[in-house]
Every structure is written in C-alpha cells, then in structure tokens.
C-alpha cells in the first residue's frame, strides 16, 4: 500500500513540474518528450490534483487558466479510459448522457461551421455562419448547468481547482462567442477566420476536458442520490441544442419524499426541497430579507410575519391566530376581502399598492401561494420601501470601502 502511495505521489509531483516547465516558458514538444518518457497512462484524477497542488502552492487560478489548452494538449493521448461495470454516459437521459449529447450537438455545429470559414468573405457563407453562430449561443445553457449543478458537487468532494479553471474558460468562450457575432458583418475575412478557428478549437478542447476529465471524477464520486438531484434541477435550465431529455429515475428503494422525510426528523431542522436548514437559521435568513413578510393561511388567519431590524408597517405577536380582516381598520376591510376573494378564487395571482408615506414610497403586494396541485394554501404580504431603490442610477461593479 505505502509502495502505491508514494508511487501516486511521485507522479502528482512530476505532473505539477512539467505544468510548472510549461508555465515558465518550455515548449509544449519539450513536455511532450518529457511526459512520454515519465508516463505510460495518468487518471483524470490526478491530473485535477496535479492542478489544485499548484493552486494551493500559491499559482493563481488564472495562471493554471492560462496553461489549461497547452496541458490538456499534453494530457490528451495518455488519459487512461476508465470503465465502469454499467456506463451511466449510456443511459438516456442520464445527466451523463445529456452531458455527452448535447457536446455532440455541439461538435456538429463546429464541423458546419467550419465548413463554411474557407468562402468567407462570400456572402451566403457569412450568412449560414451567422445562422449557426446564434444556435451556438445555446451553449451558455451547457455551461450554466456544467457550473451550476456539477461543479458544486466537485467543491463538494474537494475537488476546486478544475472547476474554477473551466469556469474561467467557459466565460473566455462566451465572451468570443458574443464579440465574434458582433463582427460578423465587418468582412475582414482574414483576422475573421483566424478567431473563429481560434474559438471552435478552443470549444473543442473544453469538450475533450469536460468528458476525460471532469466526467470521470463525477461518476467517480457522486452518488445516484446527487445525480437524480442534478437530473431533477437540469430542466430549469434548458438544453442546448438537443430535444428535451428524457425523464431519468433510478431504481432507488427511497423517494425524494422519504429522503426529506428523513432529513426533516433531525432535531432543530428544517428539510426543504432546495435545501436543510437550522431553525434559527430559517428564522434568520426570513428577518435579514430587505422586506418584510406577513402570511394569512387558507382560512384567512394570520399565521406568521418577519421581523426585520426596519420594518415598513408594524406587527406585533398579538395578530397570530387573528383574522386578517379583524387586523384593517373598518374602511379598508372590504377592500382586504376583495384581494383574498380574488386570490383564492384565481382571478388574479398577485395584487400590488404603492403608497407615499413621510419620506418613504412603500410598495404593497398581495401574492397567492399556490401548492403543486394550484391549491390555495394562503395569502404572502410582501411590504418595502423602495424609495433607495428609485435613487439608483447609473452602474456600481465595485466594492464599497
């Protein structure tokens, strides 16, 4: 055992200092020579904590960024495949799966488009490039779901640096994408053509990445638990450039139901479809929202209000368990069942006032919370002012000191 330790160690440490010869200036040949007489198979695993050794020596995300291209070129012949006895890359619509089809999507798209690069400045080729260059926009949807839903569980499980090193990457992508699509139309052929190859090639290489190395190690470590999590949530995100996926379930004893269920039993908290959460916590987050919250259940009884540092209109406990027309002076109680009438029937789902008090503009609304079956379940009263908020003009991208 100690003898495969020190032997993966050994290897971590010469993969650092062959990215480290790399960033220094050495050709990518001389790494390749070296690299190929040191090696003769490195996992994914190892080239990602070969990445975060570095960061955690000290080297900047966006120095590992930078070397990103030139060490996945090096890597990109020697990845070991890794097999798993059932593939879940195979099962339909399988996160995996979805992963996998929508980059063959993509890598199709590439092909067109590069199909078409040689007849530039032509303009039916500008035209078709034009076209694919919208769909291409698509694929901020892959990236989104690569760094909303996946890399979360990667930080999970320790694994940081290639996360944050494809996120960078993901953005340059974007950021091509949108500055490559404004200059279509400016007919400079030459430098044209070199960028749009520069950014397919670059698109290429974080296919590559995301399934020889960022794959293995979710499939590595995620449970099917964290990857019917992944499945479920991937839907609000759309898809790029493929039909809707279908509908994955794994064949688990336990149902989302049970597993909050079970969550929920714990003492002191709270289990929530996004989320488990201390009661104080709840408690806390509820007060710290910039407005302040007042809920009327079903049978028109208040139920709960926040309890914010700056309240709007005050409350005191004393509402609990009172009928929401008994909290209204005698004016106004027609005006307050008309709004609940309104909502519970379905005749509107929200209701909004905005009303000018002393120096504040207090903006009043009146939602329907709704179950999954459009039930009605109550009333939230959401109450601010948002007097600061007309001020602003302008943009801020800086901290305040």
Known sequence: ?????????????VIKDLI??????????????????????VSAEEIAQAEQALVADGLPISEVQRLCDVHAAVFKGSIEEIHRPADPSKIPGHPANVLKAENRAVDQLLGEI?????????????????TRFTKLAEIDRHYLKK??????YLEHYGITAPPKVMWGVDDEIRAQIKEISRNLNLRESGQLKEAIEALLNQIAEMIFKEENIMLPMLLENLTEDEWEKVAEESGDFGFCLIEKAPVWKPNQQK???????EESSLPGTVALPTGTLKIEELIRILDTLPVDLTFVDRDDTV???????????????????????????????????????????????HEDFWIKMGGRYIYIRYFAVRNEKKEYLGVLEVTQDIQPIQQITGEKRLMSD
Do not use: W
């Open 114 to 130: 590069r199909s078409y690069l040689p007849r530039l400045p032509e303009e039916d080729a500008e035209k078709a490039i034009k």
């Open 1 to 13: 055992m100690s003898e495969e330790i020190n032997n993966r160690e050994y290897r971590q440490k």
């Open 147 to 152: 760094e909303n839903l996946l890399f979360p």
């Open 20 to 41: 480290a010869q790399l960033q220094s200036g050495k050709s990518v040949e001389e790494v390749k020579g070296q690299f190929a007489k040191t090696f003769e198979g």
């Open 255 to 261: 149902g989302a139901a049970d597993r909050i269920q």
């Open 303 to 349: 139920k709960y209000f926040s309890q914010g540092a700056e309240r709007v209109l005050p409350r005191t406990k004393a509402i609990i368990g009172r009928k929401v027309a008994n909290c209204h002076p005698p004016a106004s109680v027609h005006i307050v069942e008309k709004i609940v009438e309104d909502l519970k029937a379905g005749r509107k789902e």
